[in-house]
């Protein structure tokens, strides 16, 4: 690697990078010839549209799945999945400790329990402390795909299969992701995915779910359309108690226009992530993200782990904002049960704490000590953006002020850690 000055921007020296690293460009000729055949056709609504419906006939052909259900956002799909499982109140689900809040929302508007495993090496939930999170009250193993690379999807769907458990995969980072040759996404009984304008797919907001199971099918069919079972034969029955989670012909027809590309896309990421992996390991101090063995890795965001002996998170994280290079620390920050104020503070339903207060719930304690490598790797975690616009230059920018950060950086001191504020990582509670 060139060496690129001696002295750090934020002390004054010559910035790595001046000019901004590429913003993405997702919305092309095709999405603007579809949504205006959608807005000519008269109708923007999603049920029975035609662009909505070849979508989901897409989307379940792309991924080799019996259904594709298309709603609303990610969260709603997460919903939509766990209310095909029509889980008893009260009822475990385990999932996973670093994740968006729409992952764990659902569970308690099904008034379930949310149940934490703490992650492995690899950022993902653990196997084994899943296993061990296991009571007679878990319905369902939830796992989440973070940042793009799979969980060890092999042992989890065993254990899912050997403990009769329902089994979902939230894959809203990790579209288009293969674990062994198979799709994440394919390993468990539903799997949900976000379109949120930054996921790999996207329609600005928007979901959807793919399933093998007829029954599963029909039920989020119908919870996502307020419980009604459209298109059966009789009369206009509520079936069951759903919700508005529809997507509309708009938003189908930009998701149309991606699905196409979608593959190469996520190569590409794979690609330059791994670029940039493989320059900024050999940094002293510095170690990137690694997928569990036989997943892919489509970078949704590029994760890697500082020496905390050494350099404080923020600081690290502000000298290379200096060298031009945006950086996240810790991703939400804490574990979405201590950062998602609801859980943490059981303000859910009025003053009810339901459905962590049910008579057959046993929450555990949502607070620090819950998952303790999880807490201690946020405590160490940076997180860098790249996207499929950049080129090998702008990953060796990044790479490289990786490498000056490491290298000029003054190591932590005693003294000057009592005067610095919190990092993030540290409990706020
Ligand atoms: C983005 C995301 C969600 C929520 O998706 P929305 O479309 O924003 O509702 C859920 N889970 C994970 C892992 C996500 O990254």
């Known amino acids: 690697m060139t060496r690129v000055g001696d002295r750090l921007a934020r002390d004054g020296g010559e910035p790595v990078r001046s000019r901004p690293f590429p913003s993405r460009s997702l919305y092309g000729e095709e999405a603007e010839r579809l949504v205006l055949t959608a807005l000519r056709s008269q109708n923007l609504f999603g049920m029975g549209g035609r662009m909505h419906d070849a979508l ?152 959807f779910v793919l399933t093998d199971n007829d029954a599963y099918a029909r039920r989020m069919r119908a919870f996502r359309d307020k419980g009604w079972f459209r298109g059966e034969p009789g009369s206009r029955h509520y079936a069951i108690l759903g919700l508005n989670y529809r997507l509309t012909e708009l938003q189908a027809a930009v998701g149309l226009s991606q699905l196409p590309g979608l593959r190469q896309l996520v190569l590409r990421r794979q690609q330059l992530g791994g670029q940039l992996a493989e320059l900024i390991q050999r940094v002293d101090g510095v170690s990137p993200q690694v997928p569990t063995p036989g997943s892919e890795h489509g970078y949704w965001q590029f994760p890697f782990e500082i020496d905390t002996g050494r350099w404080r998170p923020q600081t690290f994280a502000e000298a290379l904002r200096a060298e031009g290079v945006p950086t996240g620390v810790g991703y939400t920050g804490d574990p979405i049960y201590i950062c998602m104020r609801a859980l943490a503070d059981r303000r859910t339903f009025g003053s009810s704490g339901l459905p962590l207060t049910l008579e057959n719930a046993r929450p555990p304690a949502y607070g620090p000590g819950l998952c303790p490598r999880t807490e201690a790797l946020l405590g160490r975690l940076l997180t860098l953006s790249i996207n499929e616009g950049f080129d090998e230059t702008d990953i060796e920018d990044m790479a490289l002020a990786v490498e000056k950060v490491a290298r000029l950086l003054p190591s932590r001191t005693p003294d000057r850690d009592q005067e610095e504020p919190e990092a993030a990582g540290e409990h706020r509670v």
């Open 56 to 207: 989901e006939g897409e989307l379940a052909t792309f991924y080799g799945a019996d259904h594709a259900i298309a709603c609303s956002s990610g969260t709603a799909a997460v919903h939509v999945a766990l209310a095909a499982l029509d889980l008893e109140p009260g009822s475990e689900v385990i999932t996973a400790p670093i994740t968006d809040a729409g992952t764990v929302a659902p569970i308690l508007f099904q008034q379930c329990v949310p149940v934490f495993s703490d992650v492995d090496r690899h950022y993902c939930m653990d196997p084994d402390d899943i296993e061990r999170r296991i009571t007679d009250r878990t319905a369902a193993i939830l796992v989440v795909h973070l940042f793009g690379a799979g969980c060890d999807m092999r042992r989890i769907a065993e254990l899912a299969r050997s403990r009769g458990l329902a089994l979902i995969e939230d894959c809203s980072q990790s579209h288009a992701v293969k674990l062994d040759d198979r799709w994440l996404g394919r390993w468990g009984h539903i799997a949900a995915f976000s379109m949120q304008q930054s996921k790999f797919m996207t329609t600005g907001d928007g979901g």
